[in-house]
C-alpha cells in the first residue's frame, strides 16, 4: 500500500521547496499566531493536495516542477487549512486528526481569525504566478464551492430530502472541488497542452468525489479517522450507504425522518446503520466508489508512462483500501 512519506520522499527537493514556500507564507512577529501556525503544519496529516499538485505538474512537465506548481501546490494546502479552521468553529469540533482544534483551544474568535490569516496569505501567493488572472477566478470559484456546498448540505438536513445527485454536488463542492484545483493549477502552472489540462482536471475531480465516497463508508464501518464515527447521522447528512440502502425501501419515507429528528432522539441512530448494513448500502457505496476510481485512473491514459503517473494511479487505488 502506497504510504504518504514514499511519495514525500520521491518528491525530494520539489516538496521541501512547497514546505518552505508555506512557511514563509505563514511567517508573522505575532508570536501566539507563529505558534498556531506551527502547530497546525505539523499535524497537517498526509498533506494530500500540495501531494497531488507536484506529482501532477512533474507529469505534465516531464518530470521537472515549475516555481508557479509549487506556488500552487503551498496555496492549495494554505487554503484547505483555512476551510478546516472554520469548519471546526462551525461544526464546534474539539479535535481533529486526533488532536484539540484550535477554536477548542484558544475560543472560535481566534480560530476564525486564523484561518482568515491562512486564506489571506494563499490569495498572496497566487498573485505570484504568471497567470494571476485564471488563478483568481479558480481559487474564487472553489471558494464558492466550498461555501455552496455546506449551505447546500445544511439546507439538506433540515429537509432530509437529499438525493444522489445533491450528494454528489455536496462532495464535489466540499471535497472534490480542492482536488480538482490541485490538479489542474499543477497543469496551468506547467503550462501544459489543453489535452493534459483537461485530463488532469477530470483526475482530480474524480479522486476527490471517490476520496470523500470511502469517507462516508468509512464513517459507517466503524474505523478509526482520527474522529468519532457514526457522527454523519447524527449530524442529519445522507449519504452515499445510506442513498444506497434507501433504494427501492418501502421504509424510505420513515428512515428520512428518522434522520431529520435525530437530535431529539439519537438512540435511532443504531437502528438506521443497521438499516443500511441490511439493504446493501455499503456494497452500493463501494460500488460507486470504484466506478470513480476507474474514471480517476482512465483520465490518465493520456499520459506518458513515468513514476509520477504511477504514483497517481496508486493513489486512486488506496481509496478503495485506505482505513482512514
Known amino acids: 500500500m502506497i504510504k504518504a512519506a514514499e511519495v514525500k520522499a520521491y518528491l525530494g527537493s520539489d516538496w521541501d521547496r512547497a514546505l518552505a514556500a508555506m512557511r514563509e507564507a505563514l511567517a508573522t512577529d505575532v508570536r501566539l499566531l507563529q505558534s498556531v501556525n506551527d502547530g497546525i503544519l505539523l499535524n497537517s496529516g498526509k498533506m494530500m493536495r500540495p501531494m497531488l499538485c507536484l506529482l501532477m505538474a512533474r507529469l505534465c512537465e516531464g518530470g521537472k516542477c515549475s516555481p508557479d506548481s509549487i506556488f500552487y501546490s503551498a496555496a492549495v494546502e494554505l487554503l484547505h487549512n483555512a476551510t478546516l479552521l472554520h469548519d471546526d468553529v462551525a461544526d464546534e469540533a474539539d479535535e481533529r486528526r486526533g488532536v484539540p482544534t484550535v ?41 464558492t464551492d466550498l461555501s455552496e456546498g455546506e449551505m447546500l448540505q445544511q439546507q439538506k438536513a433540515l ?20 482536488f480538482e484545483l490541485s490538479c489542474m493549477s499543477a497543469a496551468k502552472g506547467a503550462n501544459a497542452p489543453e489535452e493534459y489540462f483537461q485530463a488532469a482536471k477530470t483526475y482530480g475531480k474524480a479522486l476527490g468525489i471517490a476520496f470523500q465516497i470511502r ?23 445522507i449519504t452515499l450507504p445510506l442513498l444506497g440502502a434507501l433504494q427501492g425501501s418501502e421504509r424510505e419515507k420513515e428512515i428520512r425522518e428518522m434522520v431529520r429528528f435525530i437530535p431529539n432522539h439519537p438512540e435511532n441512530s443504531a437502528i438506521i446503520s443497521k438499516f443500511v448494513h ?35 494511479i496508486d493513489i486512486a487505488y488506496y481509496n478503495a483500501l485506505r482505513k482512514k
Open 159 to 178: 429537509s432530509g430530502d437529499t438525493t444522489e445527485d445533491d450528494y454528489i454536488r455536496i462532495i464535489y463542492d466540499k471535497t472534490a472541488s480542492l
Open 103 to 143: 477554536a477548542s483551544v484558544y475560543g472560535p474568535a481566534p480560530a476564525v481569525l486564523v484561518g482568515d490569516f491562512w486564506l489571506s496569505r494563499a490569495v498572496d501567493m497566487i498573485l505570484e504566478v504568471s497567470d494571476v488572472p485564471w488563478a483568481t477566478k479558480a481559487f474564487a470559484k472553489t471558494l
Open 215 to 237: 469517507d462516508d463508508i468509512l464513517d459507517y464501518i466503524g474505523v478509526d479517522l482520527g474522529k468519532p464515527t457514526g457522527l454523519d447521522i447524527l449530524e442529519r447528512k
Open 278 to 312: 441490511d439493504e446493501g448500502g455499503i456494497d452500493y457505496a463501494e460500488s460507486r466508489l470504484n466506478f470513480f476510481i476507474d474514471s480517476a485512473v482512465d483520465a490518465l491514459g493520456v499520459f506518458p508512462d513515468s513514476e509520477e503517473k504511477q504514483y497517481l
